[in-house]
């Protein structure tokens, strides 16, 4: 009983394609990312704190939607693998500013060059301009305002 199914109607919705396409270039992502023991949020939040040395936990809260709590078991984590150093921060004295150390930043470079492989692979059906459309695209869904 090998008899193809209907789906002419769930691909018809955006959500279905959307969330199809972000499993396929998710599970690829994540397979790249065991080499270097990080989760999807593990690299976002090393990966802003890498483009943005000095950053402080609340502006990665709001970047990246996270609650301050589970923010600090990430630090945790980081400060425990010797990727991130603490440092008051400059400009306000309750603020804690989040750099990554040498070994972080080294990390970041090998995991960086591996998320755009990964990326690449997973969209290699794609031109490079359906690439950038799809980008642009997915962006204007998510960073539109709200309302």
């Known amino acids: 009983m090998n008899e193809a199914l209907d789906t002419q109607y769930l691909e018809s919705l955006q959500g279905y394609n959307t969330r199809r396409a972000a499993l396929t270039i998710i599970n690829t992502f994540m397979h790249r990312m065991e080499a270097f023991e990080l989760s999807a949020v593990d690299f976002s939040i090393l990966s802003l704190i890498h483009h943005n040395p000095g950053v402080t936990s609340r502006q990665l809260c709001d970047a990246l939607g996270l609650l301050p709590p ?78």
Do not use: C, W
Request: aromatic share 4%.
């Open 70 to 147: 589970n923010m600090v078991v990430f630090l945790k984590q980081f400060e425990k693998r010797k990727l991130l150093m603490r440092s008051p921060h400059p400009n306000d004295g309750r603020a804690t500013a989040l750099t990554l150390t040498p070994e972080g930043k080294q990390l970041m470079k090998k995991a960086e060059k591996a998320a755009a492989l990964s990326d690449q692979s997973a969209t290699a059906a794609l031109t490079p301009k359906e690439q950038e459309t799809l980008q642009r695209l997915l962006q204007k869904i998510y960073l539109r305002p709200a309302g």
